[in-house]
Structures are given as structure tokens and as C-alpha cells.
């Protein structure tokens, strides 16, 4: 099992062809977090750099264990072609909406309904094995653009703020998520709706 300080420019190459991504996080006790990614939502800034953008779900666990230790894991499994499995080990800040830097970190995405909470991740180290197990399946198609972004572009700003305070607020451990600040926090703050 191949493992180096940073990504490679052949490794880049390998994650900016995947579908789909899945992320690993852990508050320091209760439940380890481990969810699938898709759509539009990574980009490798550099060799040492990933940022990522987090859509709306019915649960906010990752951004609840990163306010408390940084730590993540990315993984990239290739469904199609050669065999390769990488994981992206490293520290974690977040940002969500209401922050000061949000509008310039968030514009390296296309709009999308739902955009939550924003990661970069700093990349400590990287680890190649070889996928074997893993089996081939060509993406048939996106679910995103047809199912989750309307749903939230129909909620609206205000809509989509309710479903935050009602799902996202806490963890499934109790953990504060950093999504749902005080009203006053609030004002002025952009949910993208479109």
C-alpha cells in the first residue's frame, strides 16, 4: 500500500474523473460518519488541497465532528477501468453560510439549491490500494440535478433554513453543527435557493 505526504498529478487526474466520493469523520466519542458524495461538489485546488461543498441532507454529521477535531478522510473508489482505491487522509475547516468567507469559497461552485457547509481540506497523507474488491459499475445517471436540487430550490431560502433547524442543527450524538446560528447571526446571510 503505496502512501506519500501529497497527492500526485496522476492521482489529481484520478479523483477529478470520479462520480462520486465518500467521506470519513469522528467526533472525539459517539458514532463514526462515513457518507457518499456526488454531483459537482470537490475540486483539488492543489497537490496538498481539497475543498468540497455539502449539500442539504437529512443528517449534519460531518460538519458537527469537524468543529470538534479536524480530522478526515476522503476516499475515491474507481467503479469503472483499472482498479484503484484512494484514500485522502488530513485536517478539516468548515464553513457554512452565515460565515464571513463563504460567498468567495462557495463561488468555485456552480449555484446549487441546498449548498450547507463547505470543507478544505488540508491533506496530510495519501494512500493507493488496489481495488480488486471493488466492482465495476458504470454511472447509469446523476439523481442530484433531478431529485435533491429541486426539492430544495422549491423549499426557498426560508424553507430551506426550517428543514436546517429541524434536521441539521445537531448531530445524531447531540453535537452542535455550526449550520442554525442565533437569529440575529442570521441577518444579512444567503441560503442559495437556485
Not at 446523476?142 to 429541486?150: F, I, M
Amino acid at each position: 500500500m503505496p502512501s506519500a505526504a501529497e497527492l500526485t498529478p496522476r492521482l489529481r487526474a484520478f479523483i477529478e474523473q470520479q462520480r462520486l466520493f465518500f467521506v470519513a469523520t469522528a467526533a472525539s466519542d459517539g458514532r463514526v460518519n462515513l457518507s457518499p458524495k456526488g454531483m459537482d461538489t470537490l475540486q483539488v485546488l492543489s497537490l496538498e488541497r481539497i475543498v468540497w461543498i455539502n449539500l442539504t441532507g437529512s443528517g449534519n454529521e460531518t460538519a458537527a465532528h469537524v468543529a470538534e477535531n479536524p480530522r478526515m478522510t476522503l476516499m475515491f473508489c474507481a467503479f469503472e477501468g483499472d482498479p484503484m482505491i484512494l484514500r485522502v487522509y488530513g485536517q478539516a475547516q468548515v464553513l457554512h453560510p452565515h460565515d464571513r468567507a463563504w460567498e468567495d469559497a462557495a463561488g468555485r461552485f456552480p449555484p446549487m439549491a441546498g449548498q450547507r457547509n463547505l470543507f478544505e481540506l488540508t491533506i496530510e497523507m495519501v494512500q493507493i490500494s488496489c481495488g480488486t474488491g471493488v466492482p465495476v459499475m458504470p454511472i447509469e445517471r446523476e439523481r442530484g440535478p433531478s431529485d435533491l436540487l429541486p426539492y430544495y430550490a422549491d423549499l426557498g431560502p426560508e424553507g430551506v433554513s426550517a428543514y436546517w433547524q429541524r434536521k441539521n442543527r445537531l448531530s445524531i450524538d447531540g453535537k452542535e453543527t455550526g449550520t442554525c446560528p442565533d437569529r440575529a447571526a442570521r441577518a444579512g446571510w444567503r441560503i442559495h435557493s437556485a
